[in-house]
């Protein structure tokens, strides 16, 4: 079984290498970049201007293969690569939340991007608290690590 | 461009149909379900068993086309796909936060599950508050509805 899916749009971002850029929004923050949805889409985004915050998925276009185990930019031991964020995935689908500025046809301005310039874009959920935030959350190794996260840069482990 | 994205594993619940069950992991609150991952992908799992939550990116399979404006089942009027969950998207991925039970093997048992049994799997991420939980969020036309999403069931409008 196999699902082939296309862009629906791209993301630019400020960020032209997987070198010394944000590993998470929250490391992003205030970073402004846009969506450009491809033409064939607009109409999907009636309404969406009313949502703060959206889902975006996508493409790491720049993964090339991917590991089980990996050292993630906020610690020294490795960790099974689904107890982490890292973009060398068996399926390498990024997600982040970020918050939306405003919408002009079919583009959308967007802040705290963590991606790469150029990055395809797979989807836009809208963000919704009552579907999206659990209540009493312990996040494993990333529990006192995870605010680290404000600030740091990447190196190049995952290029390539 | 296209991607090529294959299962990494199947998610087992006990919603057979597209309807009549669960629109979004707060009305699914309670019921359980697993998560196999294929054999070649659990050395991925280690230290997952940390977090209580996960995000699970899946195939919506029963979806075999996409609008892109949708009435959703929490309201009467049309909206944006993107300004949406529904399933029939140009790109049918599937998002859901789920409460990590515990892990046995390649099974992960876990709760709050709003998927059709038999959903193919792409992707595991752990649920990170600092990662995934922004401030000051507005819902846009859920603002006030998500709420009713708990304890709502589905219709047929999506089958297909």
Redesign the interface.
Same mark, same amino acid.
Do not use: C
């Given at each position: 079984?196999?699902?082939?899916?296309?862009?629906?749009g791209v993301i630019d971002t400020p960020w032209d290498g997987p070198e010394n850029m944000p590993i998470?929004?929250?490391g992003a923050a205030g970073v402004e970049g846009t969506v450009r949805l491809f033409e064939e889409?607009r109409?999907?985004?009636?309404?969406?201007?009313?949502?703060?915050?959206?889902?975006l998925?996508y493409?790491f276009h720049r993964s090339r293969s991917f590991e089980?185990?990996v050292i993630p930019y906020l610690d020294t031991r /490795?960790?099974? +690569?689904? *107890?982490?964020?890292a973009p060398r995935?068996?399926?390498p689908?990024g997600?982040s939340?970020v918050?939306l500025l405003r919408v002009e046809g079919g583009t959308l301005y967007i802040r705290?991007v963590d991606m790469l310039d150029g990055t395809?874009l797979?989807?836009?959920?809208?963000?919704?608290?009552?579907?999206?935030? /659990?209540r009493? +959350?312990? *996040?494993?190794?990333?529990?006192e690590l995870?605010?680290a996260?404000?600030g740091r840069r990447s190196d190049d482990r995952f290029a390539g």
């Open positions: 079984m196999r699902f082939d899916y296309r862009p629906i998470q929004p929250a889409y109409e999907g985004l009636q309404d969406i201007e009313g949502f703060s915050h959206i889902i998925l493409h089980l185990r /490795p960790h099974g +690569v689904f *107890a982490t964020r995935r068996p399926n689908i997600l939340v918050r705290d395809p797979l989807d836009i959920k809208p963000f919704v608290p009552e579907f999206d935030v /659990p009493d +959350v312990r *996040a494993g190794w990333l529990e995870q605010h996260a404000r």
